[in-house]
């Protein structure tokens, strides 16, 4: 491989995975609004309309669920179609034809074929876009047996694994938080796929585990660094998986350590976090645990749009090293 | 019902009081307002006043004893009431002084009180609060965690406090306590721990033992084998911490250790609980380190009826097996005479190797171990693959025996001897 510590951003990487694709299967083709000659409400199908021309890079109506639709029977006659929404807000649009046709069609035909779908949903708050343009959906795709539900977290990964997604029989929902975009991260070159299943531990540690997902990967680190100064050793994973979860890599860990935070961005009510969690109290892990699970998810309210409040809405930095503390020094 | 006497939180920053002085007994009269007792904290000595009218009994906690924050003291019975059977669980009531905990929006959801019917003895087994990690540890090592503070919040036991507890008692544990432990060598100095392997006992270090040189060795009988009693493993950390527990009532504090197959899981998880106590670890095809291991094996060993259906498996474990001799098939056999040890024997396969599959991984023992490590395999391991050896941290010494298979300190005495004396330098 040449040039080993190339560098793209998460946008970039995205952009040289779809170019990719398409270059190496003329099946596979993108849809969403504004992704021509616009390149896409961030950028991220950029020129690609200039090299592969507007029958592969469709501009399609302000119809979620027209769109879904053409992207659902066109997977089902063998093509390989991406469909980005602006928003993955509006996927609350277009929900019929991802949960009661994507994800059964496979099943109630016997296994006699499949939709080989990818969604884009730019997701995540922090670009004071207010609550219709800032939440995090991905656990309602995640409840959805018949989906394959990611959350990359680094550039690297986004490309790998944007790559796999394409490459799978079955639809996968592909979730890119929206401030990751302009991360940078060393990214190979060339074609390669990333698993969907497979959960990748960031930093290792000994006294507490932090199960977290997309931009929180980020957050996560950064708390572990502080604590560390304080002796306590902090074990990051990344969970990259919603569906399926790669549970053994959690549960190996939350028997090591014996602790386990799980820092999301969606609501903490009936989320990411909250799968975790009862996976864990039900595992061989239990017996190992010695302190009460936390769980740092988004508040119970639709996001703000006031900046201050948005901030305060989703867990930060602070809020994570203060659990990190509460849970390894025992004051749960 | 009953009111309840209990140790108040009067300031913030308190967790437990000491009982100062008793201003009544059992039987005195009280009215509401009346000082029944004195309390000492770090900051100050205080009076409390009985909050109803009535008759004290149930008056429990010495002058002079600390106790947390929240534990029931006594009883005020009104006219007609009796002492009730059982106290009620301490966290689920609230005492006056007490300020609710601050919630913030990230904040987790209070734990459930814990109320488990342990089956302890000694101080009520309802009022008690301690962690899974702490149950499980004190389960294993034979800790009435009733009879432990605990450092956590509201006095949660946690695993530190019965590790501490583990440590502090060489006398203590019941489970390990009936442990088989022989004194192969009795010398000065840091003894070197033997554990046997699945089917076998300590008898079978004797080769091994007489190549070593200089130094105390001790065998020990696993759970389930040898002589050591019939007990439930319910995991491979309870097999350690009974070995553990017999090492601390033999007042052994450091050792060198070495663990066959079984043996080495055990002592894998043995690193992870007690490794400040380790000089040097040993693992001898040790299981622990990956999935696979030879169901058939493992089933044929439980299953075995006589001799002759015993030979077979155990020929496995050989590569050369010619030296599976008439006396070794006896051997492993008595082991499997007794139907209670032939029991304990499979209720322990089926919880560690449940389907011929390894269930507990300890790789991540050896991460950060700071004594010098080394793994021993036989190239032609038919029992637990040399593959398990493979990826482990770089400070890890591996040496693979050429034409050895599951047995190496039989089938090649020499060198397990000579490795393990560099260990031990």
Same mark, same amino acid.
Not at chain 1, 105 to 133: D, N, Y
Not at chain 2, 62 to 76: D, F, H, P, Q
Not at chain 2, 208 to 215: D, E, F, M, P, T
Not at chain 2, 360 to 369: C, F, N, V
């Given at each position: 491989?040449?040039?080993?510590?190339? /560098?793209?951003?998460?946008?970039?990487a995205?952009?040289e995975?779809?170019?990719?694709?398409?270059?190496?299967?003329?099946?596979?083709?993108?849809?969403?609004?504004?992704?021509?000659?616009?390149?896409?409400?961030?950028?991220?199908?950029?020129?690609?309309?200039?090299?592969f021309?507007?029958?592969?890079?469709?501009?399609?109506?302000?119809?979620?669920?027209?769109?879904?639709?053409?992207?659902?029977?066109?997977?089902?006659?063998?093509?390989?179609?991406?469909y /980005?929404?602006?928003?993955?807000?509006?996927?609350?649009?277009?929900?019929?034809?991802?949960?009661?046709?994507?994800?059964?069609?496979?099943?109630?035909?016997?296994?006699?074929?499949?939709?080989?779908?990818?969604?884009?949903?730019?997701?995540?708050?922090?670009?004071?876009?207010?609550?219709?343009?800032?939440?995090?959906?991905?656990?309602?795709?995640?409840?959805?047996?018949?989906?394959?539900?990611?959350q990359?977290?680094?550039?690297?990964?986004?490309?790998?694994?944007?790559?796999?997604?394409?490459?799978?029989?079955?639809?996968?929902?592909?979730?890119?938080?929206k401030?990751?975009?302009?991360?940078?991260?060393?990214v190979? /070159?060339?074609y390669?796929?990333?698993?969907?299943?497979?959960?990748?531990?960031?930093?290792?540690?000994?006294?507490?585990?932090?199960?977290?997902?997309?931009?929180?990967?980020?957050?996560?680190?950064?708390?572990?660094?502080?604590?560390?100064?304080?002796g306590?050793?902090?074990?990051?994973?990344?969970?990259?998986?919603?569906?399926?979860?790669?549970?053994?890599?959690?549960?190996?860990?939350?028997?090591?350590?014996?602790?386990?935070?799980?820092?999301?961005?969606?609501?903490?009510?009936?989320?990411?976090?909250?799968?975790?969690?009862?996976?864990i109290?039900?595992?061989?892990?239990?017996?190992?645990l010695?302190?009460?699970?936390?769980?740092?998810g988004?508040?119970?309210?639709?996001?703000?749009?006031?900046?201050?409040?948005?901030?305060?809405?989703?867990?930060?930095?602070?809020?994570?090293?203060?659990a990190?503390?509460r849970?390894?020094?025992?004051?749960? | 019902?009953?009111?309840?006497?209990?140790?108040?939180?009067?300031?913030?920053?308190?967790?437990?009081?000491?009982?100062?002085?008793?201003?009544?007994?059992?039987?005195?009269?009280?009215?509401?307002?009346q000082?029944?007792?004195?309390?000492?904290?770090?900051?100050?000595?205080?009076?409390?006043d009985?909050?109803?009218?009535?008759?004290?009994?149930?008056?429990?906690?010495?002058?002079?004893?600390?106790?947390?924050?929240?534990?029931?003291?006594?009883?005020?019975?009104?006219?007609?009431?009796?002492?009730?059977?059982q106290?009620?669980?301490?966290?689920?009531?609230?005492t006056?002084?007490?300020?609710?905990?601050?919630?913030?929006?990230?904040?987790a959801?209070?734990?459930?009180?814990?109320?488990?019917?342990?089956?302890?003895?000694?101080?009520?087994p309802?009022?008690?609060?301690a962690?899974?990690?702490?149950?499980?540890?004190?389960?294993?090592?034979?800790?009435?965690?009733l009879?432990?503070?605990?450092?956590?919040?509201?006095?949660?036991?946690?695993?530190?406090d019965?590790?501490?507890?583990?440590?502090?008692?060489?006398?203590?544990?019941?489970?390990?306590?009936?442990?088989?432990?022989?004194?192969?060598?009795?010398?000065?100095?840091?003894?070197?721990v033997?554990?046997? *392997?699945?089917?076998?006992?300590?008898?079978?270090?004797?080769?091994?033992?007489?190549?070593?040189?200089g130094?105390?060795?001790?065998?020990?009988?696993?759970?389930?084998?040898?002589?050591? *009693?019939?007990?439930?493993?319910?995991?491979?950390?309870?097999?350690?911490?009974?070995?553990?527990?017999r090492?601390?009532?033999?007042?052994?504090?450091?050792?060198?250790?070495?663990?066959?197959?079984?043996? *080495?899981?055990?002592a894998?998880?043995?690193?992870?609980?007690?490794?400040?106590?380790?000089?040097?670890?040993?693992?001898?095809?040790?299981? *622990?380190?990956?999935?696979?291991?030879?169901?058939g094996?493992?089933?044929?060993?439980?299953?075995?009826?006589?001799?002759?259906?015993?030979?077979?498996?155990?020929?496995?474990l050989?590569?050369?097996?010619?030296?599976?001799?008439?006396?070794?098939?006896?051997?492993?056999?008595?082991?499997?005479?007794?139907v209670?040890?032939?029991?304990?024997?499979?209720?322990?396969?089926?919880?560690?190797?449940?389907?011929?599959?390894?269930?507990?991984?300890?790789?991540?023992?050896?991460?950060g171990?700071?004594?010098?490590?080394?793994?021993?395999?036989?190239?032609?391991?038919?029992?637990?693959?040399?593959?398990?050896?493979?990826?482990?941290?770089?400070?890890?010494?591996?040496?693979?025996?050429?034409?050895?298979?599951?047995?190496?300190?039989?089938?090649?005495?020499?060198?397990?001897?000579?490795?393990l004396?560099?260990?031990?330098?």
């Amino acid at each position: 491989m040449s040039n080993e510590m190339r /560098e793209l951003s998460y946008s970039q990487a995205i952009q040289e995975a779809l170019g990719l694709a398409m270059e190496r299967d003329e099946r596979v083709f993108l849809m969403g609004e504004d992704i021509g000659v616009y390149g896409g409400a961030f950028q991220v199908t950029g020129d690609l309309i200039h090299r592969f021309g507007e029958d592969r890079v469709m501009d399609t109506p302000i119809s979620e669920l027209a769109g879904a639709g053409v992207a659902v029977g066109a997977a089902l006659l063998n093509r390989r179609p991406v469909y /980005e929404f602006q928003f993955s807000d509006f996927a609350a649009l277009a929900m019929e034809q991802i949960v009661n046709q994507a994800a059964k069609i496979r099943f109630m035909l016997g296994g006699k074929t499949s939709v080989p779908l990818v969604m884009r949903f730019p997701c995540g708050s922090g670009t004071g876009a207010a609550a219709q343009h800032s939440q995090s959906l991905e656990s309602w795709f995640a409840h959805v047996p018949g989906l394959k539900v990611v959350q990359p977290s680094t550039p690297a990964d986004a490309k790998g694994m944007l790559l796999a997604a394409i490459e799978d029989p079955d639809p996968v929902m592909f979730f890119e938080h929206k401030l990751l975009y302009k991360m940078k991260g060393h990214v190979p /070159e060339g074609y390669y796929t990333e698993p969907l299943n497979q959960a990748k531990i960031r930093r290792q540690g000994s006294d507490v585990t932090i199960v977290a997902s997309a931009i929180m990967v980020h957050k996560a680190l950064e708390a572990a660094a502080i604590v560390e100064k304080e002796g306590i050793s902090v074990e990051v994973i990344d969970l990259r998986s919603l569906r399926p979860m790669d549970y053994s890599t959690l549960i190996d860990s939350v028997c090591k350590t014996t602790r386990l935070i799980c820092v999301y961005e969606g609501t903490k009510q009936f989320g990411i976090g909250t799968e975790v969690a009862a996976a864990i109290v039900e595992s061989a892990a239990f017996d190992r645990l010695d302190a009460p699970i936390i769980r740092l998810g988004g508040a119970d309210c639709p996001l703000p749009y006031n900046p201050e409040l948005e901030k305060a809405a989703v867990p930060q930095v602070p809020n994570i090293v203060e659990a990190i503390r509460r849970s390894v020094k025992g004051r749960i | 019902m009953a009111t309840e006497v209990i140790m108040p939180r009067v300031d913030m920053d308190m967790t437990e009081g000491k009982i100062a002085f008793w201003y009544v007994k059992n039987g005195d009269a009280v009215t509401k307002g009346q000082v029944i007792f004195e309390i000492e904290t770090d900051k100050a000595t205080m009076e409390v006043d009985a909050p109803v009218t009535g008759t004290i009994d149930g008056i429990q906690g010495a002058v002079g004893e600390s106790v947390l924050v929240g534990t029931n003291l006594g009883w005020i019975l009104a006219a007609g009431e009796s002492l009730p059977t059982q106290t009620p669980d301490a966290t689920a009531q609230t005492t006056p002084q007490t300020e609710p905990e601050k919630v913030t929006a990230f904040d987790a959801t209070p734990a459930a009180a814990t109320n488990e019917p342990a089956a302890m003895s000694g101080a009520d087994p309802s009022a008690l609060r301690a962690t899974p990690l702490a149950r499980s540890l004190a389960h294993a090592n034979g800790i009435d965690l009733l009879s432990l503070p605990g450092s956590g919040p509201n006095g949660r036991v946690q695993g530190a406090d019965v590790m501490h507890a583990v440590r502090q008692t060489p006398m203590g544990g019941d489970a390990g306590s009936d442990l088989h432990l022989n004194w192969i060598v009795r010398a000065e100095g840091i003894p070197l721990v033997l554990l046997h *392997g699945f089917g076998a006992d300590q008898g079978g270090w004797r080769n091994l033992a007489a190549q070593i040189k200089g130094v105390a060795i001790i065998g020990i009988d696993l759970p389930n084998h040898g002589k050591s *009693g019939s007990s439930t493993i319910g995991s491979l950390d309870d097999v350690a911490a009974a070995v553990v527990s017999r090492l601390n009532r033999e007042g052994v504090k450091e050792f060198h250790l070495l663990g066959h197959s079984l043996g *080495g899981a055990t002592a894998l998880a043995m690193a992870e609980m007690v490794s400040s106590r380790l000089r040097s670890l040993t693992l001898l095809a040790p299981a *622990g380190l990956g999935a696979d291991i030879n169901g058939g094996f493992i089933d044929g060993l439980c299953r075995a009826n006589s001799e002759a259906s015993l030979k077979p498996w155990l020929a496995e474990l050989f590569h050369d097996e010619r030296l599976l001799s008439s006396s070794f098939v006896a051997t492993a056999y008595k082991q499997l005479e007794s139907v209670q040890k032939r029991e304990g024997l499979r209720a322990m396969a089926k919880v560690l190797m449940p389907d011929g599959t390894q269930a507990t991984s300890k790789r991540t023992a050896l991460e950060g171990l700071a004594v010098p490590t080394k793994v021993i395999w036989g190239n032609d391991d038919r029992i637990i693959p040399l593959k398990h050896a493979q990826g482990l941290p770089g400070r890890v010494a591996l040496h693979v025996l050429k034409n050895v298979g599951h047995l190496s300190y039989i089938e090649a005495t020499d060198d397990v001897a000579a490795l393990l004396m560099e260990q031990m330098r």
